[in-house]
């Protein structure tokens, strides 16, 4: 391994603080700051593997160095970087260190990016496209003044627990818009069984580590991701091409209470 | 170790540290040796995993050791000195 040495000033002098950076690194920590360090440098050391392992070509052209400078020791060297942004290029969306983070500041976990549709505040929600702010009202996201603005004219929306089998079965009888429409739904209640659309940004999910198990889970889902946005947007534009189809999904939705409490 | 008495104990004490070998714990050699580099080549690399891994099980088995006798310490009964310490 090659040493950095401090920049000379003169043959017998050198620079203050390059001498000083120079015998920080020399310090003898203490055993568990020792420890901390060297976890940091497993991760570095997978990273790299990780690297190696799904981008060859890139790996073996880089010239950019595994350690990180001095005045950055604890954050990511420039060959994370490369790393870190190829996996957002090309493998699943994942949070930049530059735009979160301080130069000496690593991520805990792996900073994935979710891609859910949260409705946090009416500023949000009024932001929302109409169908998807329909959604929001079905699956009870929104309160009930929302209703009368979203989609006036529309039947008022029944209570009761909803028989998602017999909803997703109307759905698929009533044809055209309406056979994917239990997918809007799936999307705004954060339950498609995707990583990346039902983990919220609010409530957090699971937090995971640069293993290459979960690297390759993680690209998976996100392939998987695309194809149900590609579908989600695909239906957005169909309703708001057609709104008399959200008035109709709105009749299947009060048809969908379950029977007992009908009944009852 | 003898226990007659305070005096032969710290003498004991002094000898056994004196003649214990010299020894940086791994985690810290390892530890120093990283951050003094200012460049790793691919080879080096590759070779660092284990290393690090090996550094960090005996660090930790190091670290464990220090909090048990430190929890041996706080446990022990104290004891009356034989030996007036100078100053009174």
């Given at each position: ?30 055993l568990g ?232 | 170790m003898?226990t ?5 104990d710290s003498?004991a004490v002094?000898?056994f540290l004196?003649?214990a ?39 930790q088995q190091a670290l464990e050791l220090a909090v048990q006798s430190l929890k041996a310490l706080v446990a022990t009964e104290p004891m ?9």
């Amino acid at each position: 391994m090659a040493s950095e040495a401090p920049e000379l000033v003169s043959a017998h002098t050198f620079a203050f603080d390059a001498a000083r950076a120079q015998l920080q690194r020399w310090r003898v920590p203490t055993l568990g700051q020792a420890l901390d360090e060297l976890l940091v440098w497993c991760e570095r050391c997978t990273l790299m593997a990780l690297y190696r392992q799904y981008f060859p070509t890139e790996y073996a052209r880089s010239q950019a160095n595994v350690v990180p400078p001095m005045n950055r020791a604890g954050g990511y060297s420039d060959r994370e970087l490369e790393f870190l942004g190829l996996v957002n290029q090309r493998l699943f969306p994942i949070s930049q260190p530059e735009d979160y983070l301080g130069v000496d500041e690593r991520f805990p976990w792996i900073p994935f990016q979710e891609c859910s549709v949260e409705f946090y505040d009416e500023e949000d929600f009024s932001s929302w496209r109409r169908p998807i702010q329909v959604f929001a009202c079905l699956i009870g996201a929104a309160g009930d003044d929302w209703w009368k603005e979203v989609l006036p004219g529309a039947p008022l929306l029944q209570d009761g627990t909803r028989d998602w089998e017999l909803f997703k079965r109307l759905c698929r009888r009533a044809g055209g818009i309406l056979t994917d429409a239990p997918l809007g739904l799936e999307v705004a209640s954060l339950s498609t069984g995707n990583l990346f659309f039902d983990t919220s940004s609010e409530v957090g999910g699971d937090a995971f580590g640069w293993e290459p198990d979960v690297v390759a889970f993680l690209a998976a889902e996100w392939r998987k991701a695309r194809e149900l946005n590609a579908r989600f947007d695909r239906l957005i534009d169909a309703f708001e091409r057609e709104p008399s189809a959200l008035v109709r999904l709105v009749t299947l939705w009060n048809r969908a209470i379950e029977k007992k409490e009908k009944e009852s | 170790m003898s226990t007659d008495s305070g005096g032969r104990d710290s003498d004991a004490v002094i000898e056994f540290l004196v003649a214990a070998p010299r020894y940086v714990n791994p985690a810290i050699a390892l530890y120093q040796e990283l951050t003094a580099a200012s460049e790793i080549s691919r080879e080096e690399m590759l070779l660092l995993q284990p290393r690090i891994d090996a550094a960090i099980q005996e660090g930790q088995q190091a670290l464990e050791l220090a909090v048990q006798s430190l929890k041996a310490l706080v446990a022990t009964e104290p004891m009356a000195s034989v030996e007036v310490p100078n100053g009174f």
